[in-house]
């Protein structure tokens, strides 16, 4: 299914006691390339999601942003540090006793003195913070695939349509170049009779002068080629696989083909018309441009 390289997925879900959010975003660009933002203390999950978002993705500038928040406290221990206290005991009571002072130390006045606890990361289980973290970030990946192919099919939708049209303009310039060659046997008939005041004209140099210029202006070849560029075109469309970089080299056979058309054009009206398929090819690049 043809995907576009813009999207935007995110997912979010509380696991092991931690509420963990992964958003995705993506823009055209002519590679995969990757930024992340992700806490630094978990940044050694960092070339995995890496690893993880190239299986989905061929395309594109890609940014994942992870968030960690650990609501349930699993990441501390707190421990009494049982010499600072004994040490705070033991001072207090001697200069109670020193100065006879009333010994009123209790355990909620002894908590506020600073030292007594300690407080210390839990070291992480990188492997399972990992798997709690992909189980996110594929959903997120899911989400994000889903909104790049359903903008794929509208990119899709719309080269077609411009394609569809290019074809009908191709149909005219096929009716028209005919016109064209007849025409310009008349006007040189006309001339030459004009030059030599008579209508005794050799009929089979004019037959001749008319085919070398039907020649020089027939455009057969190139609506041939350009019938078949745009076959290819819709071919690649119905494609499973990334085909961004072969549409583009399509199009720019499609616009040379344009261009020798309009090179050869000696009438008007095909003229006309060169210039509205160079106009829809351009639709069509600029589209393509967003397609992985």
């Known amino acids: 299914m043809l995907k576009s390289m813009t999207g935007y997925g ?34 050694y999950i960092d070339e995995k999601l890496k690893a993880l978002l190239k299986t ?21 221990e707190i421990a009494v540090n049982k010499g600072a206290a004994e040490g705070y005991v033991n001072a207090l009571r001697s200069v109670s006793a020193e100065l006879g002072l009333e010994d009123d130390l209790t355990l909620s ?11 210390q990361k839990t070291p992480d289980d990188e492997e399972q913070i990992w798997n709690d973290v992909s189980s996110v970030a594929g959903e997120a990946i899911s989400n994000f695939v889903n909104m790049r192919s359903i903008e794929g099919e ?10 569809d049209g290019i074809l009908t303009m191709v149909a005219e310039v096929e009716k028209l170049s005919p016109i064209t060659v007849e025409n310009y046997r ?9 030059v030599l005041e008579s209508k005794d004209i050799d009929e089979q140099r004019i037959l001749t002068e008319a085919a070398i210029f039907s020649e020089k202006i027939a455009v057969d070849e190139e609506t041939v080629r350009l019938r078949s560029h745009i076959a290819q075109l819709k071919a690649m469309l119905d494609d499973e696989e990334a085909v961004g ?27 006309k018309l060169v210039v509205d398929m160079k106009a829809d090819i351009e639709k069509i690049r600029e589209q393509i441009q967003n397609i992985e």
């Open 245 to 271: 970089r072969k549409l583009d080299f399509i199009v720019q056979e499609m616009n040379r083909e344009v261009n020798t058309i309009g090179s050869k054009a000696q009438d008007l009206n095909i003229t």
């Open 186 to 194: 008349n006007r040189l008939f006309k001339k030459l009779s004009e």
């Open 109 to 119: 006045k002894l908590i506020k003195l600073p030292d007594i606890f300690n407080i």
């Open 10 to 43: 995110r997912a979010q879900k509380i696991i092991n006691g931690r509420d963990i959010l992964v958003e995705i975003r993506s823009v055209n660009h002519r590679y995969y390339e990757y930024s992340s933002r992700i806490p630094r203390t978990y940044s």
């Open 56 to 76: 989905s993705i061929s395309r594109g500038k890609v940014e994942i942003a992870v968030t960690i928040n650990n609501i349930e406290g699993k990441d501390t």
């Open 154 to 163: 509208r990119l899709k939708a719309d080269v077609n349509e411009k394609a």
